[in-house]
């Protein structure tokens, strides 16, 4: 592919997304039922519980997680009630939202299907990763940041689903790469209004490449995946790895040396493999 033609196919998407004609993936159907449901007042964490049930995979996922170790708990729960009542709404929300987010991680032809499967692997690791770290340095919520980092790169599956209609791109995969790189922090922003998520989040997606950001107060989400997304790297030749972390802020927000794996930190460790085995499944 030329210049020119990777200049065209990322003006046309870029245009599409600012007429509003571009097709952004959208939420599973039980994951805004459950959203709804914890949003109504009137609704109960039972109600929840029924919403959750009428999808048998989400049901046993749902009681597979609340037995694992990522709750500490002795005492097992053996209906999707039960898990639900031990969770909470908060943390119901966010693990649906982040299981079935999976499914968009499904390619519609084998050309793009390994590319996929590895973004949504890589995005498990920074969930897990951010999860820990939120846990261990901040005050913020482990499952809000858990979250962050499953939708961090969530900008990237427009991008793949259009270039599905391009062999000559998909073979390509160094040009990919620099498109996806160059876009998805915008397109990955669209997506999360189109959701409703919060506005921290919707920052994470848009800020999250931004080494040099710098802000007043304690660490925030963004300051979470930009740490998780570049450990997560480690060991790789990833472009970020060229990078001198001594510089980045959002270490110092976490009190965190840019020199420490927290993969292999005593504290962590054990947080992301939880993790990383609840998402999985």
Do not use: C
């Amino acid at each position: 592919m030329s210049t020119a033609s990777k200049d065209a196919f990322v003006n046309q998407l870029l245009e599409d997304l600012e007429n509003d004609t571009l097709v952004l993936p959208t939420l599973p159907e039980v994951a805004l039922k459950v959203r709804d449901t914890l949003e109504d007042e009137d609704s109960s964490l039972k109600q929840v519980a029924e919403v959750i049930g009428t999808d048998a995979a989400l049901t046993a996922r749902i009681i597979q997680v609340a037995n694992s170790p990522l709750l500490r708990t002795s005492r097992p729960s053996e209906t999707v009630d039960a898990a639900v009542a031990r969770m909470g709404g908060t943390m119901i929300r966010n693990l649906v939202t982040s299981m079935v987010m999976e499914q968009m991680f499904q390619a519609t032809s084998d050309a793009t299907d390994s590319r996929l499967r590895a973004i949504w692997e890589h995005s498990v690791q920074v969930a897990a990763i951010a999860h820990a770290l939120a846990g261990q340095f901040t005050r913020l919520s482990p499952d809000q940041a858990m979250l962050a980092g499953l939708v961090h790169d969530i900008g990237a599956l427009p991008i793949l689903s259009r270039a599905e209609e391009d062999a000559e791109l998909v073979e390509n995969e160094a040009l990919l790469d620099d498109i996806i790189a160059d876009n998805h922090v915008r397109l990955g922003g669209a997506i999360l209004k189109k959701w409703h998520f919060p506005e921290e989040l919707i920052t994470v997606v848009l800020q999250h490449e931004d080494l040099t950001r710098k802000h007043d107060g304690d660490a925030d989400y963004t300051d979470v995946i930009m740490v998780a997304n570049l450990q997560s790297h480690l060991g790789t030749n990833h472009r970020l790895t060229e990078v001198d972390w001594s510089t980045i802020p959002a270490f110092d927000k976490l009190g965190l040396a840019a020199d420490i794996n927290v993969v292999d930190m005593e504290e962590t460790s054990a947080d992301i493999a939880a993790v990383k085995v609840a998402l999985s499944g």
